[in-house]
């Protein structure tokens, strides 16, 4: 491809469904992938419907419906599973946070219910005697994101062509990588997670640091994804370091666990402390995985934007340079979604759902970015 209409730097969820869209749109792309593991291989691979915000609801709830458009053509190695979400309430109180985020699930047409403490036990057995309830979201699954990415880019076909290596400078419509080649567009789409923060000279993202852990294979035990109610709160805090129960059981057999954040943790080492406690919370909801073996821990960082929602759309002073940034632990969930409103905006054709709260400009002011 001797000049391509857009280049996409980053081949992880989010720029390999960019690559996507915008071929099946009919735009060339040149696709850049350092062929690291990024935040796509650290992720849960859930597709679930957050709701802590009204961006973030309307984000997720789009995307959500693209996902149930294209999930039937997914092949089996992309692990695709409807099993829907339970978010549990531990105590009464935390009833009415179920109930609030119905109302808002409501509101953007999503699916869901209440259910009450017995009707808990009977949905999935292993959970604990005690809890007060819950809420049910059918509509909600997982897949496996780094088998899913490599698909999207395949079904690119001719129009996606791939280049190995590390982006290190950005150029007006071009990206020089590091063996020397200079690749140029009419358009650069910065998809890249904290590696923009470099090319881009300025940080506009923070590193949120988590960790996962996966256990043996077992006979099938657990049906849905299981969240605690305070999920949200936790994974999206601006500050401080903190622990929430995620457990997903996934077509191997085997059960995953989450969640751990971490702000300001570059390194990519196990915090045993923190895994210790991580896995204590999970115990507390499913006693029994404290008789079963975790067979591998590992960490990831993800990319934060300062207000919790993801940079999408032109950057306000670069001309040609746009960005799908910032999506921290919804970049799965979000990806098809964000990936239609980038080529909706790119091709000049008005996207499905309001796209302001997410425009780069509200974080990149053009006076601070001359400054």
Known sequence: MKRADVIVVGAGIIGSACAWQLARRGLRVALVDDGLPGATAAGMGHLVCMADNPAELALCAYSLRLWRELVAQMPEHCAWRSCGTLWLAEHEDELALAEQK????????????????????????????????????????????????????????????????????????????????????????????????????????????????????????????????????????????????????????????????????????LDMSLLATMLQRATQFVPSLAQMNIIRCWTGQRAASADGLPLLGPHPVHDGLWLALGHEGLGVTTALGSAALIADRLLRQRPAIDDTPYRPVRLLTVEEVSA
């Open 102 to 269: 119905q109302q808002r699930l409501a509101a953007a047409e999503a699916e869901s219910r209440l259910v009450s403490a017995g009707e808990l036990r009977r949905c999935e057995p292993l959970l604990r005697h005690g809890l007060a309830g819950g809420l049910h979201v059918p509509g909600d699954g997982i897949v496996y994101a780094p088998n899913v990415a490599r698909w999207l880019i395949e079904q690119g076909g001719e129009a996606i062509v791939r280049y190995r290596g590390s982006a290190v400078a950005l150029e007006p419509q071009a990206v020089r990588l590091a063996d020397g080649t200079r690749l140029t567009a009419d358009a650069v789409l910065l998809a890249c997670g904290l590696a923009a923060n470099a090319l881009l000279a300025e940080p506009l993202l923070r590193a949120k640091k988590g960790q996962l852990a996966i256990t043996d294979r077992y006979p099938p035990q657990v049906r849905h994804q299981l969240v605690e109610l305070g999920y949200g709160a936790s994974a999206h805090a601006s500050n401080g370091t903190s622990v929430a129960f995620n457990l997903q059981a996934r077509p191997t057999g085997q059960l995953l666990l989450g969640s751990s954040r971490q702000f300001d943790a570059p390194d990519d080492v």
